[in-house]
């Protein structure tokens, strides 16, 4: 009897892990997908579609933009969320210069929701800005 139960829940468990480990991967192909295209679509032209720093305007900029996929390595193998959710609502503070040719992403997006006439702008801005940033934590090497 105590030989089946045993069994029984070491089944559970493999069952369990599996189907938490399909559902992380669906949520990582779904990040990859739909941040990936809001990605493309705000940063892409400097930071380029892969974000690493290469995107098609940066001959026209006066400083280079950074690969993202380094923000991890460089913050002692953490991604560093509540500095890059700053590059949205405005906190993030360019350290070397004070100013940035980056826009406050997260006013661009009220901006273009309030445009669209669209309702529940506050909310559609959060969810775009979290869209990048889980993107953004997908593709640190
Ligand atoms: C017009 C060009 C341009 C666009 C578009 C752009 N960036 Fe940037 N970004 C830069 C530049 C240039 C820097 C380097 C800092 C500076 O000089 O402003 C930078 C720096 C950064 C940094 C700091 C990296 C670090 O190592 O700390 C992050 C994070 C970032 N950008 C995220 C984004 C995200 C997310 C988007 C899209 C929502 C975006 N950028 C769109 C030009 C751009």
Excluded at 45 to 51: E, K, M, Q, T
């Amino acid at each position: 009897m105590k030989i089946i139960n045993t069994c029984f829940l070491i089944s559970l468990i493999v069952l369990l892990t599996t189907a938490s480990l399909a559902l992380a991967e669906k949520a990582k192909q779904l990040t990859d997908i739909v941040g990936k295209k809001e990605f493309v679509t705000y940063c892409g032209s400097c930071h380029g579609s892969d974000g690493k720093g290469d995107g098609p305007i940066v001959d026209f900029l006066e400083r280079k933009p950074p690969s993202l996929t380094q923000l991890s390595k460089n913050n002692n193998g953490t991604f560093p969320f509540e500095r890059i959710w700053g590059v949205f609502d405005g906190t993030y503070i360019f350290a070397e210069h004070g100013t940035s040719e980056m826009p406050i992403w997260g006013y661009r997006f009220v901006q273009e929701a309030q445009q669209k006439h669209e309702s529940d702008i506050a909310t559609k801005a959060k969810a775009k800005a979290l869209d990048i940033v889980l993107y953004l934590q997908v593709i640190q090497e």
